[in-house]
């Protein structure tokens, strides 16, 4: 959980986890505060797209809101998903040799070209950089991109696969290599997670696709000749 979340606001979402919903007065009870400032702790959990409500019609006055945990604070509880990951791919090792998590690795590298590819059909470089990097986002890298006067940088400042990465750091040269197959570019690595950096950095220059896009164009003029 978040350790610079206020007490009460962590505790409300423990109590949504455990009771699914909840209405402003059960939560008044549980906590033992008032309901404004239940209320007040709800504005910022929604805020922050934690919290969310249904309203639910009462045979007298006004609807109760039924208050409940988005996907995204269920991001912050306790999870095994990574060792599970890991301990799986090892079992599935020990019966196929370690050759074969290569192999997987590599069919879901095609799985998400064939994704990438189709959202950046069609765009320019920076377009595609763009597009990449809320592609990144969205799978939970926190993915961003920068412009200098010679390159575009995509910065990845969280790794969500990094406990597989450690232990089969293959994937991440895989991961280079659908980075450059998508973009159809040269892409560079400049800072890496599992090499003490706080994050992931690619430099990818300007210039070099702009040649590759030209010597495509005369190979294509040529052999319609």
Do not use: W
């Not at 797209?49 to 604070?73: M, N």
């Not at 969205?138 to 412009?147: I, K, V, W």
């Not at 159809?184 to 702009?210: Q, W």
């Amino acid at each position: 959980m978040n350790c610079e979340m206020s007490e009460t606001r962590m505790r409300i979402l423990q109590l949504l986890k455990m009771r699914c919903s909840m209405t402003v007065s059960q939560l008044t009870e549980a906590l033992h505060i008032s309901a404004m400032g239940v209320r007040q702790h709800l504005a910022i959990l929604e805020d922050e797209g934690l919290v969310a409500y249904q309203s639910e019609k009462q045979e007298r006055g006004r609807p109760h809101h039924l208050y409940s945990l988005t996907d995204e604070a269920n991001s912050l509880f306790p999870t095994t998903y990574a060792n599970f990951a890991v301990d799986l791919m090892q079992e599935v090792a020990k019966f196929n040799g370690p050759g074969f998590i290569n192999k997987v690795f590599r069919s879901r590298m095609k799985s998400q070209l064939q994704t990438y590819e189709q959202r950046l059909a069609g765009k320019n470089l920076l377009e595609r950089i763009k597009e990449l990097a809320q592609i990144r986002d969205e799978e939970g890298y926190m993915a961003r991109f920068d412009e200098e006067d010679t390159d575009y940088i995509l910065i990845e400042h969280n790794c969500p696969i990094a406990a597989i990465a450690r232990e089969y750091p293959h994937v991440c040269e895989i991961e280079l290599a659908l980075f450059r197959q998508s973009l159809g570019t040269k892409v560079y690595r400049e800072e890496h997670l599992m090499r003490d950096s706080h994050r992931c950095c690619y430099r990818i220059p300007k210039d070099n696709f702009a040649q590759q896009t030209s010597t495509s164009s005369k190979d294509e003029n040529k052999t319609k000749q």
